[in-house]
């Protein structure tokens, strides 16, 4: 062997590089169990279900159904609240914008309280969307029938108001 070869054969080991190590990895999945309960209560699954339906099981930001996540507002590892006020629910992609979002903000020096009005903006502006989104829809659908009945029918909207009560005297 040449001694260029020894240099390199003495400082890479490809064994230990390659196999890993069961030990570490075992120890590594025991603080990530450790620190889990450190931050989540026992009743974390409860208060999870409970911000889905309050946010109807879709996520706040773009509506979506399907697997959702319990978001926090305020990272759990720097409030440590699992309050309902602090959670939003939110799809996987959503999540993860949300959280770069948040943590880039505490990276860049902010306080909890921007990152709470941050994303606090960010989704009053996405329900605003949804919201003007479904009212248009709705407006279509009113013209759309309206124009099969004819102009001589009173309005769809017209009928689905609610007759005024009558006043005693």
């Known amino acids: 062997m040449s001694l260029l070869a020894k240099k390199y054969d003495n400082k890479f080991n490809y064994r230990k590089k390659f196999i890993p190590n069961i030990k570490s990895r075992k120890a590594e999945l025991a603080a990530q169990s450790k620190r889990r309960k450190e931050y989540y209560t026992e009743d974390w699954n409860i208060i999870r279900r409970r911000v889905y339906i309050r946010d ?26 699992n309050s309902m006020s602090n959670l939003v629910t939110v799809c996987d992609v959503c999540h993860r914008r949300l959280e ?7 990276e860049r020096g902010g306080g909890q309280t921007d990152v709470r009005r941050a994303e ?5 502006e996405a329900r605003k969307a949804r919201l003007e989104k479904y009212m248009d829809k709705r407006e279509q659908i009113i013209e759309k029938k309206n124009n099969k009945n004819g102009s001589d029918t009173k309005s769809i909207s017209e009928d689905n108001e609610r007759p005024e009560r009558d006043k005693k005297d």
């Open 120 to 124: 606090l903006t960010i989704i009053t």
């Open 100 to 106: 770069a979002i948040g943590y880039a903000i505490l």
């Open 56 to 81: 109807s099981n879709r996520c706040v930001l773009c509506g979506k159904k399907g697997k959702l996540n319990a978001h926090h507002i305020i990272p759990v590892k720097i409030s440590k609240d």
